[in-house]
């Protein structure tokens, strides 16, 4: 198995499960499952392990509501990459710190493919959270073909160095990265623990050569694709694995509790 020289597990590192919701999310619904959601948290999970849901724009207030005093956190999914303006329909990462969000997820695959966001894009979105004191979850994983074409190091490289590398040691540290191979989203096949690993070690690696290793050893890099309460602990004791980025499972409060809870 490929193991970074900068790992260490017993690093300040956080561990962080984190629930993106994607489109789902109906009043009701969200009332239901953040709810559940902190209350399962309040009665189970570890101190330590941070637990961050992440609804669509319009349900963040009432999960914030909802969540108010149990150390849940919460996120959005996405942020503009401008401060302010003429830009109907879109939320900048200052309107999002206004309300004081926690995390917010930028580059998601979902919004790589179906809205044409590219690295440079992506790089000012992460600006404008850092600006803001927001922290960034920064997307990165390859397609399929690009794996069997044998180009995912190639391709998680570019994503990572075009969308991070312009960042001090002080911003990248603030920053939390999930590899999500796009070939595991949302198809119930998730990579091999081996096969996570592998690619967290690389991105740990890539992190200790345009910083420092021990900058590099203080980033929690989340994994994402079909986590499901079965596999989780196998991902999770990898050493370059720091949690998890949560879609499907992330609904359903008792699967993503038992997520939290697979550390
Ligand atoms: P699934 O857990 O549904 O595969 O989704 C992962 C994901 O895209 C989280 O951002």
Same mark, same amino acid.
């Given at each position: 198995m490929f193991h970074s020289q900068w790992t260490n597990k017993n690093s300040m590192r956080k561990h962080i499960v984190a629930g993106n919701w994607k489109m789902n999310g109906t009043l009701e619904a969200t009332q239901k499952l953040a709810s559940e959601v902190v209350n399962m948290y309040n009665d189970e999970v570890k101190d330590g392990t941070e637990v961050v849901m992440i609804p669509p724009y319009i349900g963040i207030q009432e999960v914030q509501r909802l969540a108010k005093g149990s150390g849940v956190k919460v996120g959005a999914q996405n942020c503009h990459q #401008? #401060?302010? !303006? *003429?830009?109907?329909g879109e939320v900048s990462a200052g309107i999002l710190a206004s309300w004081s969000l926690d995390y917010v997820i930028i580059g998601h695959s979902e919004r790589r493919e179906y809205? !044409? $966001?590219?690295n440079a894009l992506l790089a000012q979105k992460v600006d404008q959270s850092l600006r803001h004191n927001l922290a960034p979850i920064y997307c990165c994983g390859e397609t399929l073909e690009e794996r069997e074409g044998n180009k995912h190091f190639e391709v998680i490289e570019k994503q990572v160095s075009e969308g991070l590398f312009h960042l001090n040691a002080d911003q990248i540290q603030k920053t939390v990265i999930a590899y999500e191979p796009v070939w595991a989203i949302g198809t119930g096949k998730t990579a091999s623990a081996e096969q996570a690993q592998e690619i967290h070690a690389f991105i740990r690696s890539l992190l200790a050569k345009r910083f420092t290793e021990t900058v590099a050893a203080e980033i929690s890099i989340l994994y994402g694709g079909s986590v499901k309460p079965g596999n989780a602990k196998e991902l999770f004791?990898? $050493? &370059?694995? &720091?949690g998890g980025l949560i879609? !499907? *499972? *992330?609904?359903?409060s008792r699967d993503f509790i038992d997520i939290a809870k697979s550390f």
């Amino acid at each position: 198995m490929f193991h970074s020289q900068w790992t260490n597990k017993n690093s300040m590192r956080k561990h962080i499960v984190a629930g993106n919701w994607k489109m789902n999310g109906t009043l009701e619904a969200t009332q239901k499952l953040a709810s559940e959601v902190v209350n399962m948290y309040n009665d189970e999970v570890k101190d330590g392990t941070e637990v961050v849901m992440i609804p669509p724009y319009i349900g963040i207030q009432e999960v914030q509501r909802l969540a108010k005093g149990s150390g849940v956190k919460v996120g959005a999914q996405n942020c503009h990459q #401008e #401060e302010s !303006g *003429a830009y109907t329909g879109e939320v900048s990462a200052g309107i999002l710190a206004s309300w004081s969000l926690d995390y917010v997820i930028i580059g998601h695959s979902e919004r790589r493919e179906y809205f !044409g $966001e590219n690295n440079a894009l992506l790089a000012q979105k992460v600006d404008q959270s850092l600006r803001h004191n927001l922290a960034p979850i920064y997307c990165c994983g390859e397609t399929l073909e690009e794996r069997e074409g044998n180009k995912h190091f190639e391709v998680i490289e570019k994503q990572v160095s075009e969308g991070l590398f312009h960042l001090n040691a002080d911003q990248i540290q603030k920053t939390v990265i999930a590899y999500e191979p796009v070939w595991a989203i949302g198809t119930g096949k998730t990579a091999s623990a081996e096969q996570a690993q592998e690619i967290h070690a690389f991105i740990r690696s890539l992190l200790a050569k345009r910083f420092t290793e021990t900058v590099a050893a203080e980033i929690s890099i989340l994994y994402g694709g079909s986590v499901k309460p079965g596999n989780a602990k196998e991902l999770f004791s990898m $050493e &370059d694995i &720091d949690g998890g980025l949560i879609g !499907g *499972a *992330a609904l359903q409060s008792r699967d993503f509790i038992d997520i939290a809870k697979s550390f």
